[in-house]
């Protein structure tokens, strides 16, 4: 099977550049997968888990915090709001976001700003979910 | 000489402790600066390659002929909305009044701006003036972070589609070396008509046909917003770098200045010294032929 580059991008770095033979993407219609070859797309994505790796061989995630990604010349790039592979997750930290993010859910107090708390919470729970796997 | 050796050697003394605050700043500055310049560095890839993708899916939604958006609409009123970024703190030579001189020739031009203010120093500024802000950003640290620009350009993005003014202008200081910024006016919405700096070349070929999923028009919804941040968080990581460096340069100058101010001291130092022994070799020369005639 043949190999492609992928990329994910945040603002402050770059998270992966690696050369692959799939990628699997959150798309906002729900996941789908890239191979080699593919004709150039560009699909915006929601929070959720990137997969990647060899066929065969070990499958690497991510945990993508919404963004966008482009395909073309056999190249993948992710631009990603916020992007962390599995191994970098500070458990510890995710758990007391998923703690903090229900507190506030829970209270419901008139000035909560509620979509950005649900945000927060499922970042937290990806990054937990992601993490565990490893 | 009007002072007495004493008062000169107090004076000395409380110089060098002030030039040991500025070298100490300057030093804190030129540090925290190499950390910053990296960062500048490290938004350019994303940054580009944003760009590009934005201008082919906005290409491509002009093709579609679908109702677009309301954030990627054009729109012709003159209603302003201008983020102004200036550091929390002074010591920075000219670097806050520079921008807020800026602000106040926009202000003059169009006086109905509403304004995002990031930075103590504009704060301060603006509300002894009376002025009302849109939002207010302090104490944002010395290491911008993403999520502070999201926050910004939630609040630019939320205020833009409803429509609360036509066009987004982000003021702030551009980065060229570690003695040179420039300030600078850089415009983000409409989106049509954003700086072109914001617009990078795209280096693949344009015509290339994309694939929308799901759509073109979803696939904006993503991209702009994250575009915004992206604008704002540049401007802000830049500013910053302007900031430390105009920080240092005018900590080297106060430095310098104390330094000669210092020498000067020695000077006169040594001069009352002299004259005070001159004169007591003068007593005793006198003394002495008193004795002897």
Known sequence: ?134 | MAQSGREIKRRIASIESTQQITKAMEMIAAAKLRRTQEAVLATRPYFERLGTSLSHALAAAERSGEDIPEIVKTRTGQRHCLVVLTADRGLAGGYNSAVIRHAEEFLKEYPDTQMVIVGRKARDHFRRRNQTFLAEYVNLGDDPNPRQAQDIGQVIYDFYVHDLFDRVTILYTKFINTVTHRVEFRQVLPIAERDPELAPQGRTSPQALYLYEPSVNEVLEVVVPLFIDAAIFQSLVEAKASELGARMTAMRNASDNAGELIKELNLSFNRARQAVITKEIAEIVGGADALES
Request: no cysteine.
């Open chain 1, 1 to 134: 099977m043949s190999s492609f580059r992928f990329e994910v991008v945040t603002q402050e770095r770059t998270v992966v550049s690696t050369d692959v033979e799939y990628v699997v993407l959150p798309g906002l219609d729900g996941k789908f997968g890239i191979l080699a070859d593919h004709v150039p797309i560009m699909a915006a994505l929601q929070i959720g888990i990137v997969e990647f790796g060899p066929r065969k061989g070990r499958r690497r995630k991510i945990a993508l915090g919404g963004g966008f990604a482009e395909m073309h010349d056999n190249k993948l790039v992710v631009l990603a709001n916020t992007a962390e592979l599995a191994e970098e997750i500070d458990i510890l930290r995710a758990q007391r976001a998923k703690e903090r993010a229900e507190r506030r859910l829970a209270e419901k107090r008139d000035d909560l700003d509620f979509t950005r708390a649900q945000i927060a919470l499922q970042k937290a729970l990806l990054r937990l979910e992601v993490a565990d796997g490893e």
